[in-house]
T-cell receptor, first 112, second 118 residues
């Protein structure tokens, strides 16, 4: 019940494409869903986060879509650029868990 | 400091030796977390410290792993009698909020310690 399942494991898109990364969770106590971006040799950095009281959140070219009934959320990257090539992690947490549970990660490559 | 500092950045050790990994969180951050990232894998939770509360050790994979946090600041992760399967990047993160979703909610991660057991 503590797992967060992320797909796909890897993704290749052309510049300007819209990669979509999906995550699913089981624990209905989760109330905070962040996405992290990690470049090689660096720690993950917070990209964008959503709470279950909204169905969508946009920050620049990054959008989270949230489906509470399906217990799924996804990250969309609009007008993707080669500089977006990185590993993306979804996560879920709550005040009860005291920690974030991370998905397995998606390696994104954006070709010029 | 401006960010979470981890040392060493790389550590190569022989099987059976003990290692200590250090994490210096952002000043004022009350929550501190250790995660492990194996090659091509996600982030595996290890341990969580919050203020003066008893740490959440539920993610530690065996009794060879331990961690402490002194004075509510610096933390040390110790791995005794290292095994080859311990090879991974060990990431430390800190947070101003006591738990995810509170306040800004986000973790700030260090760059990690890459541990190689040979």
């Amino acid at each position: 019940q503590q797992q967060v399942k992320q797909s796909p494991q890897s993704l290749i898109v052309q510049k300007g494409g819209i990669p979509i990364i999906n995550c699913a969770y089981e624990n209905t106590a989760f109330d905070y869903f962040p996405w992290y971006q990690q470049f090689p040799g660096k720690g993950p950095a917070l990209l964008i986060a959503i709470r279950p009281d909204v169905s969508e959140k946009k920050e620049g070219r990054f959008t989270i879509s949230f489906n509470k009934s399906a217990k799924q959320f996804s990250l969309h990257i609009m007008d993707s650029q080669p500089g977006d090539s990185a590993t993306y992690f979804c996560a879920a947490g709550s005040g009860n868990t005291g920690k974030l549970i991370f998905g397995q990660g998606t390696t994104l490559q954006v070709k010029p | 400091g401006a960010g979470v500092s981890q040392s060493p950045s790389n550590k190569v050790t022989e099987k059976g030796k003990d290692v200590e990994l250090r994490c210096d969180p952002i000043s004022g951050h009350t929550a501190l977390y250790w995660y492990r990232q194996s090659l091509g894998q996600g982030l595996e939770f290890l341990i969580y410290f919050q203020g003066n509360s008893a740490p959440d050790k539920s993610g530690l994979p065996s009794d060879r792993f331990s961690a402490e946090r002194t004075g509510g600041s610096v933390s040390t992760l110790t791995i005794q009698r290292t095994q080859q399967e311990d090879s991974a990047v060990y990431l430390c993160a800190s947070s101003l909020a006591p738990s995810p979703g509170q306040g800004s909610g986000g973790y700030t991660f260090g760059s990690g310690t890459r541990l190689t057991v040979v």
